[in-house]
Nanobody
Framework: QVQLVESGGGLVQAGGSLRLSCAASGSIFSIRLMGWYRQPPGKQRELVAA???????NYADNVKGRFTISRYNANNTVYLQMISLKFEDTAVYYC??????????????WGQGTQVTVSS
């Protein structure tokens, strides 16, 4: 089995910063893609950022220049550094990992979600 455990959410004032972490564990052969989605209140889940095992990144337009995604392949951990937070960044943030396991097709696993609340 594979588990993704997130940490780092919380309440912050507008203009502040937070750092989210997500660690994948279990019978993992490799992880090609890791990233973050978020779901604001009453809205659909949306992609925030993604990073490949080689370090290539992709960001949603509304977080470019404010959020930075990184990963540490040795321990299958992905991070999301968020600065200059805005009220509209308030959401539940979910990490994901596209995991390859021996003899099993690549599968996307999700974290449990962590709440980020930005007060205006």
């Amino acid at each position: 089995q594979v588990q993704l455990v997130e940490s780092g959410g919380g309440l912050v004032q507008a203009g502040g910063s937070l750092r989210l972490s997500c660690a994948a564990s279990g019978s993992i052969f490799s992880i090609r893609l890791m990233g973050w989605y978020r779901q604001p209140p009453g809205k659909q889940r949306e992609l925030v950022a993604a990073i490949t095992s080689g370090g290539s990144t992709n960001y949603a337009d509304n977080v470019k220049g404010r959020f930075t995604i990184s990963r540490y392949n040795a321990n299958n951990t992905v991070y999301l550094q968020m600065i200059s937070l805005k009220f509209e960044d308030t959401a539940v943030y979910y990490c994901y990992a596209d995991v390859e396991r021996l003899g099993i097709p690549r599968t996307r696993y999700w974290g449990q979600g962590t709440q980020v609340t930005v007060s205006s």
